[in-house]
């Protein structure tokens, strides 16, 4: 039963997190790519979750915890930075902000 | 009295410094004060240090002045040392007397040159390293006042460095002298490896004690010793480099290439002499270099039309005397013809160097004529010295110190009778070469007009050095005693038929040849010469020996040639080209790498997922 539950779990992580992986590649707006980010986040949270459950320990969903809080600062902060950009460029597509480069 | 040994080498080297920081900002009255006064006051000196070893000798008749030590390294402890003997003192008094002399002489003599504080700057640091060479207590030491007269003369050499010729004449007086220095420093390293030290007592004694006669170390040694001294003094077969070192303003001529940084090579041997007695082989090849050599430049120097090319031939001449001095066993004659030589060749270089500035820059004797009127001091001086070269019997210096050596050529234990013919035939040339000059210069019509004449301190000195051209002859005797302290006397077997005062009438007589012929040929009747080089084998001879017979074509052909055809094809250094490819390649990929900086944020998120897919692979799978 574990076990099923265990590989059915690990498998929806990592097409959610392949999921995210591309839509974080093939989407131009930002805020679709911090979305994305979120999806990857919570992908790897369930792969803790689910790890947490089946070894009985509590360690998965201690992690799964720090994930959120992490990932909640990391929108905090993305969402200044998007408002930030887009009054100074008018535009939130990532390929129009390629200054930086080598 | 001796402590102030060091002085005479300090105040040339302060001066020296002086002149190279500050000369620029020198008036050249000061300039002259600084660069002629320390020289000057170098010579007082030495005649105070020798009028205190004289007056009270030390005992083994040597004084050591030792200043700090150089390096000590594992066993090897090279001193800043100063050693007084008989040899030295007599060297260095000739050096700081005759230099204060030219260098007296070219504070006029260069007075319009734009480089006049670089001229005393480096005719000190000459002086310095000369009295350094002299001095020095070991044999590393001496190569450091080697190598410093060597630089000094490729400075002054190539003192008119605008003219490219006199840039090459340089390079290659540096060049060919090199090719000793290396055979020197050899010599070195083997007395060093054998023998432990490299101080020249020790040294002498130890080589003595522990290598028996004619061990080929001592062969070894003494013949790269021979190499080095062959070098700088301009014999066989590096004899090329001095000719062409006449490209250098006169009084350095005078001062370097004649009086002397040239019998530096006769000093080294005469200082290391306990090695050439222990080799016997290259004793002999001492002897045989001096020989050869004298006749040699005694044939080119009859041939050159430049003033200053025939002194300098003269002058390889007459060092070639003195290695066949040395050759024979016969040190202290070597000596007093050093002694003598130092005197008259300097004058003669001095007078030259009056006749070239009045005639506005004219060398070739050709073009010269009737001066005896026109430049009576530097005529008088000229022939005063001239007789001294040319060896006027009885009277002048040179005669007394060049029959020495030709009779102990013949009559010491080294002797032998090709080398007295060489000898008496090389006195004819040297009395032929001496008075074509004098009848083409002084004698006969008018040749180029006199535009300037000479003042009271190029005068002073010329007239200084003609008594002493023949007063010098007369210290026969007490410089021989003198010498016999440091070196060995020489021992008389081969006495034949021949007594000392035929050998003088012979010699005599060989000058007064000399003398006839060229009153023949360049006074009587001048149609006479004219017609010797317009005949087909005179002619051929005359070319040979002008180009000193050929030695500069045949290192140009063997040595120097191939050396610029290697250097040519190998242009692009192919060492080179393997790190020149490195960086080719660095840059190749600095530049790939630099275009995946595009800026985009997707794709170096990409960028990083597979790097991090690949990373996990590995880790997964192998």
Redesign the interface.
Known sequence: MTEILMRDGLVLAGILFSLG?VS???R?NLIF?LMSLEVMLNAAGLAFVVAGARWHQADGQVVFVFILAMAAAEVAVGLALVVQIYRRFKSLD??A?????? | MLKLLWLIVALPFASAAILMLFGPRFSRRATAAVGVGAIGLSALITILVAAGFLSAPPSDSSFTQVLWTWINVGGFDPQIGLRLDALSLVMVLVVTFVGFLIHLYSAEFMIEDEGYSRFFAYMNLFVASMITLLLADNLLLLMLGWEGVGLCSYLLIGFWYRDPANGRAARKAFIVTRVGDTAMLLGLFLLFNDLGTLEIQHLMQRASERWPLGSPYAVATALLLLGGAVGKSAQLPLQVWLPDAMAGPTPTSALIHAATMVTAGVYLIARTHVLFSLAPVAQFAVALVGAGTLLLAGFSALTQHDIKRVLAYSTVSQIGYMFLALGVGAWEAALFHFLTHAFFKALLFLGAGVIINALHDEHSIFRMGGLRKELPVAFWTFLIAGCSLAGLPFITAGFFSKDLIIWEAWSANHGHPGFWIAGVFGALLTSLYTFRLIFRVFFGPVGTPVTKRPGYAMTIPLVILAFFSIVAGYLKQPLLGFLDSVLPPTIATHTGGLTEIRCEAIVALAFVIGLYFAYLFHLGKRSLSEALVQNPVGSMLHQWWFAGWGFDWIYEKVFVEPFIWAAQINKSDFVDAFYRGVAQLTELFYRGLSRTQTGRLRWYAAGMAVGSVLFLAMVLFL
């Open positions: 992986l974080l590649l093939v131009r790519v990532v390929d902000l390629s200054k930086m480069r080598g």
